[in-house]
């Protein structure tokens, strides 16, 4: 492009060297298309870099500029910013030229520039013909810009690219980097205020991953809460952010601590190589033992109840047959009140009279069923009542979703990603599961709500492991609360930067050795081990009593009232039962004894 009195720093870009023909007029149309001046309708539709490799080299020559302000050298960051499907600032390698060495100085030691741009040469001519080649040293300067001036030999050959693009990141020189944290994540970074702003790490495994970076590029951290309560990162209605994400989108960190990796977020930042992978599961309480009056007829199922109900009703038509085809005559209740007493084992005389005949061949294999029927039922019984059924928690989130509505669920609530992925999801298991969840913010809270009732606690298994080791578990370990088999909606946790931040590619190199040595899974454990020591120490400073859990819930041998509470409703129904018999009949004798009375008198 040529420049004039445009307020846009002007560039020609040419096409890479190692491309044909088609591919280089391919090239030159999405750079037109990515262009400022172009229509928006035609940026991001062709991506430049399937037509050629990685190790581009951008010729940037820089002609026409009039002024060499701080707009001017921000006009040209944003440019480059524009040719995002032509150009990688972190990766492509840039040669900066120019008549105006003064300019070329500004724009290696301005920060928007300097920082934005990775691989840079300068190249600018001296008096006499030399050319001097200059590039940024980052954090130099006290973790500020400055310029580098490079030292090419006469032989060097353009294939000898360390040369020219040496790596100037091993050492950040005490960079101050501001880490934006989301306290509301206490399982993976927890700080406390050492003064009024000024917070330090505690502990957490993303401090101690901080701790390790900073150990190997030499800067520090200036840690703080994320805006609006210390949260991940949500996106309001409006469009802004909050949390550590909204803080690395306005520029008010550079880092964002323990976020987790969704597309959403992935549209306005970037991401380290992940710290953790997390899962979202559910935790329940240990089954609880389960009382009802109900128990009386737990032994049996419906269908077997009526199968014993058609049973005494058939065989009862069935035997008054029998007797009238043998020219016997028994009362209906007579034969009513044998047939129920035989089958609850009750003494009973016989109501025949012959010896052999078709009734006592029906009846000996009625005793027969009867015997069964009752010795099953008390066996079951016994053990029901002594041997309480446990609740069956609901293992997956299809099963969460179809629990009573007096089944609670609950979020455990962090202003992120858990929340957005339910809310969002498409899925009908987690449709219904978001219309029936409420939300608590505190995590401890949220497990504890759920021991001994029928609730459930929604959250990531590191928090999950966290809390019970923290809050709800006794020092062998064990705890009163099942977390599910069952997990959904895997994501990555790591460090949030602003894209293509130039030191992404050091601190995936370190977290990278750290994850496959499998040092992440040993600093998890020290973790663990540090919070229950320190719940330890507290407890013996205030003199509390050790919590002791059991790995299976233990049901008293003794038998409650809760137990046997069916058997004191049949008695209550019989004697109800009785009392409306006993009036029933005292009104049905004076009803007869009024009649009576005119007879009487009468005679």
Known sequence: ?????????????????????????????????NSLHANKNYRGMIDVHKYRDRCTCALVSLVGIGSHNSTSI???????????????????????????????????ISEPFALGIKNKLVVTNERGGDKTYKTTCFYCNVGQPSIYKLKIPDDTTPKNIAIFYPDLLKNFHGKKFRVSSAVLSRWLTEHHQTAPGVW??????????????SYKYNFSCIYFPSIGGGGSGLKLENGTWIGAVGDVISGRADIGNAIGQIYLRNLYVGYTFPVCYVWLTFTTSLPQPRYSWEAIYWPFTPLM????????????????????????????????VYMLKTLMEQGAPDPEERHLNSTRTFLAFW??????????????????????????????????????????????????????ILKTSTNPI?????????????????FQRVIGRPASCISWNTVVDFVLHKNLSDKYGRTPLVKAPDT??????????????????????VLMTAVD??????????????????????EKSVNKTQVFYDDNLVVDDNLSMKQLSGTFYVLSFGLFTAFTSFLVEKAWELRNHKRNIPLLIKN
């Open 1 to 33: 492009m040529v420049g004039g009195d445009t307020e846009y720093p002007t560039a020609r870009l040419s096409p890479p060297v190692n491309l044909d023909s088609i591919q280089q007029e391919k090239y030159l149309f999405a750079l037109k298309a």
């Open 74 to 108: 921000q006009n040209l960051y944003d440019f480059v910013k524009e040719l995002n499907g032509v150009i990688k600032s972190d990766e492509d390698y840039f040669v900066f030229h120019s008549e105006e060495r003064s300019l070329l100085d500004k724009l290696l």
């Open 200 to 213: 330090e790490n505690t502990r957490g495994i993303f401090g101690t991953a901080l701790d390790h970076l």
């Open 305 to 336: 109840w009526f199968g014993i109900f058609s049973a005494i009703i058939v065989s009862f038509f069935a035997y008054s047959f029998l007797l009238k085809i043998s020219s016997q005559f028994v009362p209906a209740s007579t034969r009513l």
């Open 367 to 420: 005793l027969f069923f009867a015997l069964l029927i009752s010795t099953a039922y008390k066996s079951k019984l016994v053990s029901t009542l002594a041997f309480p059924l446990m609740d069956e928690p609901p293992k997956t989130f299809e099963d969460l979703s179809r629990t009573n509505p007096s089944f609670e669920i609950i979020l455990q609530y962090v202003r992120g990603a858990a929340y957005t």
């Open 430 to 446: 987690f449709h219904r599961v978001f219309t029936r969840m409420e939300l608590e913010e505190n995590d401890a809270r949220c």
């Open 488 to 509: 959904a909606s895997f994501i990555a946790v790591g460090y949030v930067i602003k894209k293509r931040a130039l030191f992404r590619l050091k601190f995936d190199k």
């Open 517 to 538: 040595m499998g040092l992440t899974e040993k600093w998890w454990k020290i973790d663990y081990e540090f919070v229950r020591r320190k719940r330890r120490d507290f």
